[in-house]
């Protein structure tokens, strides 16, 4: 296949990150065909990691002295070659240095700039902290609100290595610079594009931190009632990890299988994966013949119910839960993991195999479909790295072989930039958003698909959002998630496979750019959504798909459902939060790699249209959840000969790498401090000489802690220049930070912002994080709207594409359409 078919080729990034976020933008950038130089200062990387050598795959290196005249004449003329510049230093640091984007762009308006800040420009305390990834996550309270297991179990707070504000911060930021791209092909302008990390991780959790007032009881799981029966009596959060097993959900929980291995089930809340599970394990009739009932409309309110109880409804009640529970524990021990893995993948009912990341980067299915790739790097030869996080259908195969990263000079460098074709851009008056006139068609469900087509909202795209007329999941899984990822969206109930619910589907498919699906390569098939159906309605309609376990080819469990929680379990994320094989622990956050999948899912949009625009061809971008859990792993998702023992921070133990980058308690709190041997000077003019052992320095920095207040050390120590942080309350944060909404985005707030709905249309008062991690300078965002309910946009939408109100109600009758669910939004 000819290179131009990689849809960035022809785009020239210069790339000045150091550490993840930067690196891991530009990185994904060139996997996808652009040309990346890559400046590093004098001596090499800021950051001594093998993880370099994936993130600088595919570039060539430079080293450059910006402090000195020679050495920002040679950035300045790299960057006049660009369309694209990468930086992640502090606020002020480009600028000081000599590189000032505004400048830049007011000589060439084309230019696209990002920078990728650890706190916003506009944050008034924290805009020129020391911010490493650990800063900025236990500042943001990642390491304070890890879920209902830790608070329980009484563990707070909780350190976690995954770098999860630069992951979340690293999509925005390369699906912000695309989408601003395509944009520029009909603008001819650029803009400069600021994506603070502290606002990305935000948005990566924001399903964690939104607020609802006076949520029905039914969807209390059985760890919340317990955690509100021990704050009622005043009962310690001291349960052990055994007891907490109890309290689990019997389709939300690992298993103890034949071989001694563990088992993680996933399928409590869609309508046939916990029958389909129990008939497997040969559990339904007998189940069913003690009185387990199917309710046949469980959107009804509980107390319309025949029963307590539904299958297919998160979460059961108590009872039916331990009985189940019981009865799943004595059939997985029947057999292996590996034959459950396989007996659950094949009978389309979600469950994985709980493994070490380094079992998952050898697994059969990893190596076949391509998520993992071998790429030759001159310093720690053969190298087994992540594969790409977004491909597209047609040109995957050409990403299978990497370049490893490779250094030289400016004048090659020049050359290599020189080298690429730069069409002349059209330039229009107008400073619309990025995405205005773009239609899109959402057919997802769950967290990833649908956040990816809410995000794209924001920057202009008209999106309609089609669900089946009769509910395949709970509302527990449709309307809490859609809380957050239904915002801007119209909603249509429509049963497309057939008849009339098929012939709307067409009409609507003839009228958008873009469809967005999370479904396997089957599922697209049996839907008829294929290419060569879709070129029979529309040609240059854009498919994006999202699944669990695709890579660039096809591999054993490429056609097995999945979700967020699967991919933790089988890429080692849960063995390493739990600790111990037989303590796999789910990393708390919800929709922890479904958000990012949803980011990567956008990039794919964006550079779909790029392609279509730059090169008149029509691209299929894919993404999945188990490509993207190798950025959440960046730092140690790699293997090569002499690497060394997966070693990273494991377990509820965990406080931290060592004495240097831990969590400390203070007499009022808990702070994070994040600091390096180069720091050793400033922290014993503060602390005294510092112990050659770790755990001798632990005990001298634990000591001095203790006797000052968070706020005393986090300004001390970020005065001297150090990395320090408190380890704030999500809820803490959302209550500093909210103001009622009044149809800002939120981008002037600093690093923190949410809005308070007062009269959200649920009827009752929500508190929810804006959308303000990506900020455009030129451009106007468009601010998300509540989330109406499902089926309110069902009838206009019909009306739209040819259908009389007569054939609506016609289709309502016979059950084709919906225009509601359930006579409440929320069902009681």
């Known amino acids: 296949m000819k290179s131009s078919l990689l849809p960035l080729s022809g785009v020239n990034v210069v790339d000045f990150g150091q550490y993840i976020a930067g690196p891991a933008v530009a990185m994904i950038l060139a996997d996808l065909g652009a040309t990346v130089v890559h400046v590093d200062p004098p001596g090499g990387s800021l950051w001594d990691n093998p993880a370099n050598a994936v993130l600088n795959r595919n570039k060539l290196s430079v080293e450059l002295d910006l402090k000195t005249e020679e050495g920002l004449t040679d950035a300045l003329r790299l960057i006049a070659q660009a369309d694209i510049v990468v930086e992640g230093f502090r606020n002020g640091v480009m600028t000081r240095l000599g590189v000032d984007f505004q400048a830049l762009r ?23 902290w020391r911010a490493f990834e650990s800063v900025i996550a236990a500042q943001s309270g990642v390491f304070t609100d890890m879920g209902l297991n830790r608070v329980l179990m009484g563990i707070n707070p909780s350190f976690s290595p995954l770098p999860l504000s630069s992951a979340y911060g690293t999509m925005l930021a390369a699906s912000s610079v695309v989408i601003a791209l395509q944009a520029r092909e009909h603008s001819g302008k650029g803009d400069h594009i600021e994506v603070p990390l502290a606002a990305a991780v935000m948005e990566g959790l924001c399903y964690n931190s939104i607020d609802i007032a006076q949520m029905p009881e039914r969807y209390k799981t059985q760890r919340e009632q317990e955690i509100e029966r021990r704050r009622a009596l005043d009962i310690p959060m001291d349960i052990t990890y055994d007891e907490l097993q109890e309290l689990l959900d019997p389709f939300y929980r690992s298993y103890r299988c034949k071989d001694g291995r563990y088992f993680y089930a996933v399928c409590p809340s869609h309508r046939s994966h916990a029958k389909r599970c129990l008939q497997a394990m040969g559990l339904y009739d007998e189940l069913v013949a003690e009185g387990l009932v199917e309710q046949d409309d469980t959107y009804l ?12 409804v998160y979460p059961l009640p108590k009872y039916w839960a331990d009985k189940i529970a019981a009865r799943m524990k004595e059939v997985f021990l029947t057999r292996t993991a590996h034959e459950w893995e396989q007996v659950f993948g094949l009978g389309k009912f979600p469950g994985a195999r709980q493994r070490w990341l380094q079992e998952w980067m050898n697994d059969e299915h990893v190596v076949a479909a391509g998520l993992v790739l071998d790429v030759e790097d001159p310093i720690y030869g ?37 080298s690429t074709s730069r069409p002349a851009l059209a330039t229009k008056s107008s400073d619309t958003a990025w995405l205005a006139g773009v239609k899109v068609l959402d057919l997802c469900n769950v967290i990833a698909g649908p956040h990816s087509v809410s995000y794209l909202a924001r920057f202009g795209a008209d999106v309609i959002k089609i669900d089946p007329a009769t509910p395949l999941y709970d509302a527990w899984n449709t309307v809490i998630f859609g809380m957050s990822h239904m ?57 994006c798909q999202l699944d669990c376990f695709s890579g660039i080819r096809q591999g054993p469990m490429t056609r097995y459902l999945g979700y967020d929680d699967l991919v933790q379990s089988c890429t080692g994320i849960m063995q390493r939060f739990g600790g111990a094989e037989n303590r796999p622990e789910e990393h708390a956050h919800v929709g922890t790699i479904d958000v990012m999948c949803g980011f990567g899912a956008a990039l794919g949009v964006a550079a779909s249209l790029f392609h279509r625009s730059r090169h008149g061809m029509v691209g299929q971008p894919k993404t999945s959840l188990s490509a993207l859990s190798g950025l959440a792993q960046i730092p140690f998702f790699h293997d090569f000969e002499g690497r060394g023992s997966f070693n990273e921070p494991k377990g509820p133990e965990a406080k931290g790498y060592s004495a240097l980058e831990r969590v400390y308690q203070a007499t009022d709190g808990w702070l994070v401090i994040a600091c390096s ?9 503060l602390f005294g000489d510092l ?41 803490v944060i959302r209550d500093t930070h909210s103001r009622p909404a009044d149809g800002r985005s939120g981008i002037e707030s ?43 946009s069902t009838r206009s939408v019909l009306t739209e594409v040819g259908f009389s109100d007569a054939e609506i109600d016609a289709m309502v009758e016979l059950g084709v359409v919906s225009e509601s669910w359930s006579s409440e939004y929320f069902p009681s």
């Open 487 to 543: 915002r801007s969206k119209r909603s249509a109930l429509i049963d497309i496979r057939e008849g009339k619910g098929r012939k709307a589907l067409e009409q609507l498919i003839r009228q958008v750019d873009v469809i967005v699906w999370n479904a396997t390569d089957a599922q697209i098939n049996e839907m008829r959504l294929d290419r060569e159906t879709l070129n029979q309605i529309n040609p240059s309609v854009i498919l």
């Open 750 to 792: 600093g690093s923190y912002s949410f809005s308070i709905f007062e009269d959200h249309p649920s009827g009752r008062t929500v508190v929810q994080l804006d959308a303000y991690a990506v900020r455009p300078t030129r451009t106007p965002l468009v601010t998300p709207q509540p989330s109406e309910k499902y089926g309110a």
């Open 301 to 312: 309110p509980q107390s319309e119910w025949s029963s307590e109880v539904s299958l297919g």
């Open 691 to 731: 112990p050659q052992s770790d755990d001798a320095r632990i005990e001298l920095l634990s000591g001095a802690f203790a006797k000052q207040s968070v706020s005393h050390w986090v300004e001390t120590m970020q005065s001297r220049n150090l990395a320090a942080a408190h380890c704030a309350k999500m809820e």
């Open 106 to 128: 007011a000589e060439r308006p084309e230019l696209i700039t990002l920078s990728i800040p650890g706190f916003a420009s506009n944050d008034s305390l924290r805009a020129e």
């Open 382 to 418: 053969p190298m087994r790295q992540p594969g790409p996080m977004v491909w597209f259908r047609e040109s995957a195969e050409q990403m299978a072989t990497p370049k490893g990263r490779a250094w030289g000079t400016v004048a090659q460098a020049l050359e290599k930039l020189s």
């Open 677 to 685: 041997e180069s720091d050793k000077s400033k922290l014993e003019a």
